[in-house]
């Protein structure tokens, strides 16, 4: 059993940053890949980024590519993703979650673990 706690999320201006932590405690944490989603008001939970057991592969969806960066530190249980120019469309709950290896790794329902998210607000 995996338990994960993301934090880092705020309030930030048009083209600002912030680097969100996602920390798991519980299980191994090196076996299990990772997965950081969102969720604006009225929308469904869409996949963000995914890092891979030991940081080798790396996914993004394409609105974010070349602005968000994740990465993960086994020795510390901790998976990061750092945003950077972030605009409105950004603003959502973001969530990560933890799976084994397989495929599918941009659909939420084939992660087995999740944090209960930390809110991004960006203004204009």
């Known amino acids: 059993q995996v338990q994960l706690v993301e934090s880092g999320g705020g309030l930030v201006q048009a083209g600002g940053s912030l680097r969100l932590a996602c920390a798991a405690s519980?299980?191994?944490?090196?076996?299990?890949?990772i997965g950081w989603f969102r969720q604006a008001p009225g929308m469904d939970r869409e996949f963000v980024a995914y890092?891979?057991?030991?940081?080798?592969?790396?996914e993004y969806t394409d609105s974010v590519k070349g602005r968000f960066t994740i990465s993960r530190t086994n020795a510390k249980n901790t998976v990061y993703l750092q945003m950077n120019s972030l605009t409105p469309e950004d603003t959502a709950v973001y969530y990560c979650?933890?799976?084994?290896?397989?495929?599918?790794?941009?659909?939420?329902?084939?992660?087995?673990?999740w944090g209960q998210g930390t809110q991004v607000t960006v203004s204009s």
């Open positions: 979650a933890a799976r084994r290896i397989g495929s599918g790794i941009t659909y939420a329902e084939r992660y087995s673990y």
């Open positions: 519980g299980g191994t944490f090196s076996s299990y890949t």
């Open positions: 890092i891979s057991t030991l940081g080798g592969t790396t």
